[in-house]
């Protein structure tokens, strides 16, 4: 086993929000608080300790101990939501969909990144403790998303009715899920544990909440992860004075607007507020909230409120009221005393909306940290790789610049375009020297030359690679077969297998290898060679 590091912007996947805020670039700086360092963190701890009362973790306690009744809680975990009790605790948190059976690879990832986070954070500072949470996304109603995961480049899908929050959604109907998922695995070992974590997840449990919170459970309670439910009353009840402040004076739209102005003038935004950033959620349904010629109405139902009513309402019935995705980061660091959050890149580029929002409401903003990214290569694929002379750099290059660049390698012919190029443009910059001196039309002239003659270039450049691609035919289907195989649909695999797969071969010791080997802060892209 090999591991290698490469910076996240060598893979050609990260956002340039992403590459600016990992290389701290100035442009940037406005939109977080403190950097993911052991300095930031420092400062982190001393801003949530002043923030965070002892009212809150004891209700953040209780709650925690009611959703996980039912549950075989290790020791590690009991300890863990003991401990958050202390002044000197806190939590780091990576939150998830409930896609089926954990969806992509990266779900691993993101919860490993907040174990090993946890433990590194405990060795800087022994006087305090830390706790690595998995925040469920059970209120999110796009259902979707999460009906499916990919198995050996298939889908398996949970065919089922939409309709409401998703953790409430009943577990019916996944045992013919399971029986379509058997006929794909075999009867090894590991394939009888993944078939019985499977059914011990969803057919012993009645909601989806429930079986996700036994998956991830099973796969990480020795490690002492705490699994959060925020679709929780006793939470919710914390949240009150910031759902009426929304519905009240609709700060999130006011001060994520005013970011957004500042934030798009470089970045890609990744979702807008609206006016009220909250979902009334019933049993069956989660519909927006809207304010309407003095009117609170939920969109698609019948149901409305004046003001003095949704007051009483958000008093009496806190579990009604649902955060929208600008919303939920502060509902998250309200009800727990948070350090850090870890995510997606797409996920670490709303977050950067919400800076100023926070500030405006007097909640500490977290620390945004990358979750770790892994591409796997067996030993196969890494021989493969070397016999073709393909860096762990340019894999990730696009399959046509990969293609052309290793075709002209192993090319006889020896003509480099490149040096061309640049000695034709240093040629016309000469050119253009003595064009000023005359006049404007000359120059125009000088100009259009230029770019004739470098498309020119640039075109033989083309037919070369053409031709040469069809020469090498053997070569190119290799490299083809090989790319494809390591990043499905030229994606990062971890956007699209499952798990499973590499549990299927490796069993446990494929969380153990991740476990031992992810570093948070390291703040690089993993090659893990198996």
Known sequence: MKITQ?????????????????????????????????????????????????????????????????????????????LLKLKNTFTVTTGHQLNLFTGPLYFLYKIISAINLAEELSAKFPEKNFVPVYWMATEDHDFEEINYFNFEGKKVKWNREDGGAVGRFSTEGLKDVLAVFKTQLGTSKNAQFIMQLFADGYLKHHNLADAMR?????????????????????????????VKDELENNTAFKEVSKTIKKLE??????????????????????????????????????????????????????????????????????????????????????????????????????????????????EKQQKKLNNLAISHKELFLKQHQLLAKKVIENSDLVVNFEEK??????????????????????????????????????????RLIKAEKRRQNDLVERITALQNEILPNQSLEERQRNFSEYYLEYGNSFIETLKLNLKPLALQFTILEM
Do not use: H
Request: glycine share 4%; with cysteine.
């Open 6 to 82: 490469i910076p996240f912007k060598t893979t050609g996947f990260f956002s340039k929000t992403m590459v600016d805020y990992l290389e701290q670039k100035e442009s940037i700086q406005d939109f977080y608080n403190n950097f993911p360092d052991i300095a930031g963190f420092y400062n982190q701890i001393e801003e949530k300790e002043k923030a965070y009362s002892l009212q809150s973790r004891l209700v953040l306690v209780e709650a925690l101990k009611n959703q996980y009744k039912t549950f075989n809680v290790s020791e590690k975990i009991e300890e863990n939501i003991a």
């Open 421 to 462: 190029i640049k000695a034709l443009e240093k040629q016309f910059a000469e050119l253009k020297t003595v064009a000023e001196k005359t006049d404007v039309s000359f120059i125009g002239a000088v100009k259009a030359q230029e770019v004739k003659q470098i498309k020119g270039l640039q075109n033989l450049q083309k």
């Open 265 to 378: 003038e470089i970045y890609k935004i990744q979702v807008n507020p609206r006016e009220i950033n909250l979902f009334y959620l019933g049993d069956n349904f989660r519909e927006r909230i809207i304010f309407e010629d003095g009117i609170y109405k939920v969109n698609n139902t019948k149901i409305s409120f004046s003001k003095s009513e949704i007051l009483k309402e958000v008093a009496e019935n806190p579990l009604a009221f649902s955060p929208n995705v600008i919303m939920r980061p502060l509902y998250q660091e309200v009800i727990l005393p948070n350090l850090c959050y870890i995510g997606g890149g797409g996920e670490m580029a709303y977050w950067f909306e919400l800076k100023n929002y926070f500030n405006s409401v007097n909640i500490p903003f977290p620390i945004l940290l990358l979750r770790n990214s892994v591409q796997v290569l067996a």
């Open 214 to 242: 036994f998956i991830a459970n099973e796969l990480f309670k020795e490690y002492g992860l705490v699994i959060v439910d925020g679709d929780d009353t006793q939470l919710k009840e914390l949240f009150t004075p910031f």
